[in-house]
């Protein structure tokens, strides 16, 4: 995340640690009570269509979605509202454009460049300034058109509350006070508790976007206690699902995350397939890159160590200006075309511990090194393997403050071999990291929207059965593996 103002990472990882320590102490007590399922049980009430017999070709039995019908105050009006947002998001209207997807890009030709250098990057390949945060309208979007959309709830194994959860909160996020803040999120908790939906399961198989952190929304238990709205503390957003593009305690809250939109959004499968071969056969003339700012404002930030060894200290690496002021690492075809000539993309924590940059880099074919488990791996489980090694590298950011570490000569031991698969690995994962354009339908390709419904849908039936004890103590050995890092 950038740009988006002060998250507490200490407090973070607090939680994280503190969520690791209950983990390892469920998992004793799992082994003792030999495993049996207790919590997240739900029984359902009578009603809930649960059949599993009936038409064996339909690929949607058992994994319909229904939408709620809002009323427009929910999410239609809230994106009327954009050109009102008091100058704190000044060109939300533009950026919310085209379906949520932003201005398409043209062939944005700079000094020193020819035209070669960005044939395809333009929306004819479904390329769009997307803004990072614009989740919401996006998803949406996609839902409208999902394969498997149901206007028959007693059918659904999910319902989707198309409530725009991030755009409300940069309406009423500066200079209100936090009645105002949170009135839309009462209000659509107060709205959602008496349809006959959610008392099937009292909300657990519902689930909504707000396409920003977690942190924006969990504003009392958040350090700075002004911080944000309180969506995920509210009793009825406890039981469901909302997926956020970072998660505050992951694998442990009512929060999920999912990536970040990039500025790709194919059409069709064969803009993917397109893709993925320019990405294969990229040139990649350096061998590390770096897009970001230095955070001179935080102690803990290891940005200026980042800078400093990717600057003067290598030839290797190359990054783009993006010093207070420079427009150029905001500029989506010079930032796509750097990591589309990279092998490794450098990903230090932000503002937070994620940044969108890592999608982007992943989606140029660039193999990203994150220098802490919260920033990818820990997050976006449903969309990225578990074997982070697969696609990854991790050098721990203690090791880049305390400065033993180069960075330029860790990433060159690795042998061109392993360098190979993992970029292998990087292409064959692009479709899953990208939201196609809402406007299409991609028959055959699942994207990062394809990816979070299944998952959400699989989450809800794990509850019904009591599954879910199981994911979690894959979870805490996982979690124990990068903690002992
Ligand atoms: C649901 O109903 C609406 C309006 O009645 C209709 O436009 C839409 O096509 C229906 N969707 C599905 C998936 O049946
Ligand atoms: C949340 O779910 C629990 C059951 O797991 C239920 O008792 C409670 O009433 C639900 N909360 C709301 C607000 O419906």
Redesign the pocket.
């Known amino acids: 995340m950038e740009k988006s103002g002060a998250v507490p990472r200490w407090r973070f990882l607090l939680l994280v640690a503190a969520a690791f320590w209950v983990c390892i102490l469920y998992f004793r007590m799992s082994l003792v009570l030999t495993g049996v399922a207790v919590e997240?049980t739900?029984s359902y009430a009578p009603g809930y269509d649960n059949r599993r017999g009936g038409d064996d070709a339909d690929p949607c039995r058992g994994r319909y979605v229904y939408m709620h019908e809002l009323p427009p105050r929910f999410n239609a009006e809230i994106l009327r509202g954009c050109g009102s947002t008091d100058g704190r998001w000044p060109d939300m209207c533009e950026q919310l454009s085209n379906a949520g997807l932003g201005q398409p890009l043209g062939d944005e030709i700079g000094a020193g460049q020819t035209k070669g250098d960005y044939v395809g990057l333009t929306a004819a390949g479904g390329w769009y300034a997307t803004h990072q945060f614009a989740l919401d309208a996006i998803f949406h979007g996609r839902m409208r058109r999902h394969r498997c959309l149901t206007n028959d709830s007693s059918k659904a194994a999910a319902v989707f509350v198309p409530f725009y959860a991030g755009f409300d909160f940069v309406r009423h996020h500066w200079g209100y006070d936090d009645a105002t803040r949170d009135a839309a999120s009462r209000d659509l908790?107060r709205w959602l508790?008496r349809r006959p939906e959610?008392r099937r399961?009292?909300?657990?198989d519902h689930f909504l976007v707000a396409g920003r952190t977690a942190w924006d929304f969990r504003r009392d238990t958040n350090l700075n206690s002004n911080w944000g709205t309180n969506l995920l503390l509210?009793?009825?957003t406890?039981?469901m699902t909302v997926l956020v593009v970072e998660s505050s305690a992951p694998g442990h809250g009512n929060d999920a995350a999912v990536p970040y939109p990039t500025y790709f959004h194919p059409r069709a499968a064969a803009d993917v397939l397109d893709w993925q071969n320019r990405i294969r056969n990229a040139d990649r003339p350096w061998l590390m890159s770096f897009v970001g700012a230095p955070r001179p404002g935080d102690p803990r930030s290891i940005r200026s160590q980042i800078i400093a060894q990717c600057g003067a200290a290598s030839s290797a690496c190359q990054q783009l200006g993006c010093a207070f002021g420079a427009s150029q690492c905001h500029t989506p075809a010079a930032i796509m075309r750097l990591f589309e000539s990279s092998v490794f993309c450098l990903q230090p924590p932000g503002d937070s511990y994620t940044r969108r940059s890592a999608f982007d880099a992943m989606v140029a074919g660039c193999v990203p090194v994150f220098f802490h488990p919260a920033s990818a791996y820990l997050q976006y489980t449903w969309h990225l393997p578990r074997d982070h090694a697969r696609y990854s590298v991790y050098i721990p950011e203690d090791d880049v403050r305390a400065g033993t570490v180069s960075i330029e000569e860790t990433l060159k031991r690795i042998p061109p071999a392993a360098v190979r698969r993992m970029q292998e690995e990087v292409v064959r994962l692009v479709p899953r990291l990208v939201y196609a354009d809402p406007r299409y339908t991609m028959e055959t390709v699942k994207d990062a929207f394809d990816v979070a419904v299944d998952a959400v849908v699989d989450k809800v039936a794990e509850t019904r059965t009591g599954e879910s004890e199981g994911g979690e103590v894959r979870w805490s050995s996982w979690l124990h593996k990068i903690w002992s890092n």
């Open positions: 997240h739900v908790a508790v959610w399961a009292g909300g657990r509210l009793e009825a406890k039981n």
